[in-house]
């Protein structure tokens, strides 16, 4: 076999796994890096865990809103509802669909009088 033939045949080889790897990778779900608007409209009434050190607060993601349009960036508010008394920081925020990741999340009042408690609300702007 000549060597330019040799080094065709086992590049393509290489490449096989490759693209098998970047297949099934791109069936995965979606991580807290990739999860976007669309992504967090499909969890709208799950339950969410937000953890500030050790103590655990159950969150309901009430709402997601739209925000400005801007080019490159995708902006939108998530409303989460739960008991009262969370201050504004950043929280470790925990779904078993979307995984964990870190928000801010600040007071939002209060719900409505259908008893969802208090308000909380995420801001983002991505790039992309």
Not at 70 to 90: C, K, N, R, V, Y
């Amino acid at each position: 076999m000549e060597r330019r033939n040799f080094i065709f045949a086992t590049g393509s080889l290489v490449g096989v796994p490759a693209a098998a790897r970047a297949a099934s990778l791109a069936a995965l779900p979606p991580t807290p890096s990739t999860l976007r608007m669309a992504g967090f409209r499909g969890l709208v009434g799950q339950q969410f865990i937000a953890y500030q050190g050790k103590r655990g607060t159950s969150l309901d993601l009430h709402a997601v809103r739209p925000g400005k349009e801007a080019p490159h960036q995708e902006q939108f508010t998530l409303l989460f509802s739960g008991s009262p008394g969370l201050d504004a920081g950043i929280y470790e925020i925990d779904n078993p669909l979307a995984g964990r990741q870190s928000i801010f999340l600040e007071p939002a009042g209060r719900g409505p009088a259908s008893g969802l408690g208090a308000l909380y609300r995420a801001e983002f702007s991505l790039l992309v």
